[in-house]
């Protein structure tokens, strides 16, 4: 699996099912992220590899407080966004390409309502820990379970959606909730977590 950049979005050359979109925020980052990428690794050189370009392009390590026992290492972007860089050997992202997870904060419910809304299929459910990931592959989106870090204001990572209203009446009856509509159109919305996303209906 590759990734190529147009402007402002970095898109996926296979069918991994999503796309990236990175658009400048004027909040400071306060908190730790909801939601983060696993990066995956073949081997331990292939994982030093990772982290040493990373760093090279401005990243940093991180301590989240993980144990020293753990094998992934903990790495932020210039701008403060957590990732990991798995360990190789990682069963539960085998196959899932370089980008191996979007790791999220959230609730086993949260998890039964994207795997619905995305008409992704459930691919791992134990222990309050979800998962989903797309019919043609590619990275799967996790759900931890509690604890969970208190949220305080909006997220900085969020999925958008293109649907319709219909699409977003779908949503409520699934758990989702409305907040209003923009000056484009973006139908703004939350999660049964509480967390913001967007459908962008077309004009």
Known sequence: ???KRDGTVVAPTDDTGFRLRFIPAEEPKTRQ???????TSKSLEDQERTVAKALGLGGR???IGQL????????????GNEFCVIEPGNSFLAECGFVGAVASDGSREVGYFWSKALNWPLVWDHDQETAIRSPHGGPKITWGGPPFTPKSGPNR???DLGGSLAEVDRLVSLGATRLGTDASGR???TDPD???FSVVVPG
């Not at 753990?70 to 210039?78: C, F, G, I, K, R």
Request: net charge negative; proline share 6%.
């Open 1 to 3: 699996m590759g990734w």
């Open 61 to 63: 390590h991180l301590d």
């Open 194 to 196: 509480g967390n913001e």
């Open 157 to 159: 990572l969020r999925f």
């Open 33 to 39: 992220n909801q939601m983060h990428f696993d990066l």
């Open 68 to 79: 020293p026992e753990e094998e992934h290492v903990v790495l932020a972007d210039p701008e």
């Open 187 to 189: 139908v703004e919305m």
